[in-house]
């Protein structure tokens, strides 16, 4: 694919990966993903926007070509996550008069990562700009974007944030707008889980920032541009905040029918109670799936029979996966099945603590769901339904 121009003088000149399948070789990609760079002509300076991942470096240069770019006097590197800083040394090969700019953590980054000689950079600090003539740019340090190197830059005449991956989405598309709205939100909230959901807080505070800035058009690294950039801010606001929906995930993984049978029962139950639920099983779904799930949700509940004394590893897996994406869900607790006795509750419950969630009381039956059991499970929709509706940051209705 071709650059695209954005405006006069500003161009898209990245690259759609509309094979790729796995990023952090953990991360499904469903439909592929971008690199995006720009391209700023100004009347006295010509600036590089970020590059691309390294395997598609050979796209980047020709798009360079096609436009006639003889000469490159700086590249911006607002984020040194090789999938933006990989073709680096390649374009400083091809342009070696051109100067890295950057902040100093994500320069110290590019000197480890990619083995950047000290002579090629120029340090930027917050709220610092450059002058490219006709155009000024602005940077935004911004750490924990999802990394502590992130920075943004503001086009001033332009009104054109670019964010790197702040606001993306994993879209391979020959769309260059986000027009295709819920798909472009879909995949948006999916990367907002898989990548950022850990740095809710940081995140909440930048975005306060940015409410001083005149932003008509946000420019990732990853996805559609949003020429409507109140949308995803607003999109990203909801995400962020501390308000939870009246929703319950329950992540599963059952062996011979047990614990499908506890959670079934659940699910009913909670539904009947008023309660949105969506059962996740997890020898079926994918982390992605997960992550998006774990947004919104008031609860988690993690259902797991007993293996060799454990639970099984899909939902220690998981676990995990929650404990490392921090999400804002108030209460958590486990429900499963066992057939000798272990430590499953033990061992889920310590994997959760680190987060601010309440634990509330488990319901792990010997064997298959009799009476008993289904009474325990009603008792525990009756408390979630209690505690929902009891908590002020529970999203009624
Ligand atoms: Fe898309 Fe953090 O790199």
Not at 36 to 48: E, P
Not at 64 to 75: E, M, P
Not at 328 to 337: C, D, L, Q
């Amino acid at each position: 694919m071709t650059y695209r121009e954005i405006t006069h003088g500003l161009y898209w000149v990245g690259a759609n990966d509309w094979d790729r399948r796995l990023f952090d070789e953990l991360i499904p990609l469903p439909d592929g993903t971008s690199y995006n760079a720009y391209l700023i002509r100004g009347s006295k300076k010509t600036v590089l926007i970020d590059t691309v991942d390294p395997t598609k470096e050979t796209e980047l240069l020709e798009n360079l070509r096609s436009l006639g770019i003889a000469s490159l006097d700086y590249v911006v590197v607002n984020h040194a996550e090789q999938d933006h800083s990989g073709a680096i040394p390649c374009i400083l090969k091809e342009f070696p008069e051109a100067k890295v700019i950057t902040n100093e953590k994500c320069r110290e980054f590019l000197r480890s990562l990619l083995m950047l000689p000290e002579n090629v950079f120029s340090v930027v600090k917050d709220g610092d700009t450059l002058s490219l003539g006709d155009r000024t740019l602005e940077f935004l340090i911004t750490p924990w974007v999802h990394w502590p190197d992130t920075m943004l830059t503001y086009l001033r005449e332009d009104q054109l944030l670019f964010t790197c991956d702040f606001f993306g989405s994993h879209l391979a598309t020959s769309d260059l707008y986000a027009r295709e709205r819920m798909r472009v939100y879909e995949a948006a909230k999916r990367y907002y889980a898989e990548i950022m959901m850990p740095f809710r807080v940081s995140i909440k505070n930048h975005l306060e920032r940015l409410k001083k800035y005149e932003i008509r058009t946000i420019a990732t690294s990853h996805g559609p541009i949003w020429d409507d950039p109140q949308s995803i801010i607003d999109a990203y606001t909801g995400w962020v905040s501390d308000q939870v929906e009246n929703e319950v995930i329950i992540a599963y993984v059952s062996m011979h029918g047990s614990t499908k049978k506890m959670v079934d029962h659940l699910v009913d139950g909670l539904i009947q109670r008023g309660i949105k639920v969506k059962p996740l099983n997890l020898t079926v779904t994918d982390v992605g799936e997960l992550a998006k799930s774990l947004v919104d949700a008031a609860t988690i509940v993690i259902g797991t029979p007993t293996v060799i004394s454990n639970p099984h590893p899909s939902a220690v897996c998981a676990a995990h996966l929650i404990r490392v994406l921090r999400p804002k869900a108030r209460y958590a607790t486990v429900i499963g099945s066992y057939g000798w006795g272990g430590k499953t509750v033990q061992v889920i419950t310590e994997l959760l603590s680190v987060s601010s969630m309440k634990f509330l009381d488990p319901v792990i039956l010997k064997g298959y769901p009799a009476d008993e059991g289904y009474a325990a499970l009603d008792v525990l929709a009756d408390t979630i339904a209690q505690k929902h509706e009891q908590d002020p940051l529970v999203i009624k209705g």
